[in-house]
């Protein structure tokens, strides 16, 4: 796997010190412990590289470093990752322990960045009509501030899964910037919703072998500085291709969703609702 080293601004092979475990160290918030959307974002980047890091055999140890005094505050975030399905940290530390780390995950630029780790990815940042710390439900939060992205589409529910947040994040390289607005929830939110009704459809019919090609790119995208671009559209795809074998859908739809984690299972065998 290769990523954007920011120190240099070119793609640096990812090699672990220790052979099958990559460490990695995500660190987030402001001096004076305010935390943003952007802090999502760089925990997001650390559990999609997770994710796709253990499919590929290698074990992935992340921890978390916060302002030094924020341990608390860092809890609102936490949360919000978790309404997410973001994996929690294994270690909660302070700016400046980056301990053992094979890399930095970072949502704005580090200070010293030379001496940090052997590489260091700087996630892009995250603009949006959300102001101050992360709190509470993060998503309702930014579907009712929204006040420039116009009204929402679709069904009410549907822009505040959490995960709608998730997927317009994953819509865009990790490095570039990007800038949340009501209808960019709205629209991931429906489109998760059906995927998942997809899912649970294509459920009952006899297993099939995955598309191979699909995976593959998806994967390779995944392994190229974390680009999850082509395994969205690969998705959507599968959503549009009723030409595929109804098991080969659902297998390359949970393959995908496995670094993805959309919870495209979810509504298996819940029936009409």
């Known amino acids: 796997m290769r990523i954007v080293d920011a120190r240099t601004g070119e793609r640096a092979e990812l090699r672990p010190r220790r052979v099958g475990l990559l460490r990695v160290t995500v660190v987030v918030g402001e001096r004076d412990g305010r935390f943003d959307l952007g802090d999502l974002r760089a925990l997001l980047a650390g559990d999609v590289l997770a994710r796709t890091c253990e499919t590929q055999g290698l074990q992935v140890f992340t921890g978390l470093a916060v302002p030094d005094g924020a341990q608390e505050q860092a809890g609102a975030l936490l949360k919000a990752a978790e309404e997410m399905g973001i994996h929690p940290p294994g270690r909660l530390s302070a700016h400046g322990d980056a301990g053992t780390a094979d890399l930095v995950i970072a949502g704005r630029p580090q200070p010293g960045s030379d001496a940090v780790a052997p590489a260091l990815l700087v996630t892009g940042p995250v603009s949006g009509p959300v102001a101050g710390p992360v709190a509470g439900s993060v998503v309702g939060s930014v579907v009712e501030e929204a006040s420039d992205g116009g009204p929402a589409s679709g069904s009410p529910g549907s822009a505040r899964d959490p995960f709608a ?52 790119a998806g994967f390779d995208g995944l392994d190229e500085n974390l680009d999850a671009r082509v395994a969205v559209r690969a998705l959507q795809a599968l959503d549009e291709r009723s030409d595929l074998a109804a098991g080969t859908r659902f297998e390359t739809c949970l393959r995908l969703d496995q670094v993805l984690a959309l919870e495209l299972a979810r509504d298996i065998g819940r029936g009409p609702r």
């Open 165 to 216: 947040l998730r997927l317009v994040l994953l819509e865009h390289a990790v490095t570039d910037p990007v800038r949340i607005t009501a209808a960019a929830l709205a629209d991931a939110g429906e489109r998760i919703a059906r995927w998942r009704a997809l899912v649970a459809d294509l459920a009952g019919a006899p297993s099939g072998p995955l598309d191979a090609d699909m995976v593959q």
